[in-house]
C-alpha cells in the first residue's frame, strides 16, 4: 500500500507541475496581449535567454532576467509594432524532475505603421523550478510566416517583419521564403 500512495503521490505532483507550467505559459501571453510588459520579466529564471528569431530587433538573444525584462518594457518601441494579440494552442511539455522542455504553437496579430500582419510560429521553452515556482529557462520562436494580412500566407515571400540585424530566412524546400 505504500508504494501505490508514493506512486499516486508521484503522479499528483506530475499533474500539478504541468499544470503550473501551463498557467505560466498562459499568463506570458496574457502580459502580452494585455501590454503589460513591466510584468513579463518575472516570468523568467535569473539566467534565460529569449530569442525571437528574425523578429528580435538585436543579433543577440536577451541573456538575464534584467536584460529580458528591459526588452520587453521596449518592446513596442524598438520594433515599432502597434498591437500584439498571440494565440497559443497544443502545448506540449516534457517533464524530468526540476526541469522541463515544451512547445507550442502560436498565430498572432500585430501591427506595423498602420498595417496588420498575420504571423505563425512554434515556441521552444525550456523551463526550470526555482524556489519552489515554475519559471521560462528559454524561450525562441521559430517563424513560419510574418505577412501583411493584405498579401496572405500563401504568397513566395512569407517572412515580413525581419528585425534582426543580417537575419537568415527560413526556406521551403522550392528555394521560396516560406514555412520550414
Not at 500500500?1 to 503522479?11: F, H, I, N, V
Amino acid at each position: 500500500m505504500d508504494s501505490e500512495l508514493k506512486s499516486l503521490a508521484r503522479r499528483v505532483q506530475r499533474l500539478e507541475d504541468m499544470e503550473e507550467i501551463r498557467a505560466l505559459k498562459n499568463t506570458y501571453h496574457l502580459y502580452v496581449n494585455d501590454c503589460r510588459f513591466d510584468e513579463i520579466g518575472g516570468l523568467f529564471t535569473e539566467d534565460a535567454v529569449v530569442d525571437m528569431g528574425y523578429m528580435h530587433p538585436d543579433s543577440e538573444a536577451c541573456r538575464g532576467r534584467p536584460a529580458i525584462s528591459e526588452w520587453y518594457r521596449t518592446l513596442t518601441d524598438s520594433v515599432g509594432l502597434s498591437q500584439l494579440k498571440q494565440f497559443t494552442h497544443n502545448h506540449t511539455i516534457e517533464l524530468d524532475g526540476d526541469e522541463a522542455t515544451g512547445w507550442a504553437f502560436l498565430e498572432a496579430r500585430y501591427g506595423q505603421a498602420g498595417t496588420s500582419y498575420n504571423v505563425a510560429a512554434k515556441y521552444e521553452e525550456t523551463y526550470r523550478r526555482v524556489e519552489e515556482r515554475w519559471r521560462f529557462g528559454s524561450m525562441r520562436l521559430r517563424l513560419y510566416f510574418t505577412v501583411p494580412m493584405e498579401l496572405g500566407w500563401a504568397t513566395k515571400e512569407r517572412h515580413h517583419l525581419v528585425f534582426r540585424p543580417g537575419a537568415t530566412l527560413p526556406e521551403t524546400t522550392d528555394g521560396t521564403n516560406g514555412p520550414v
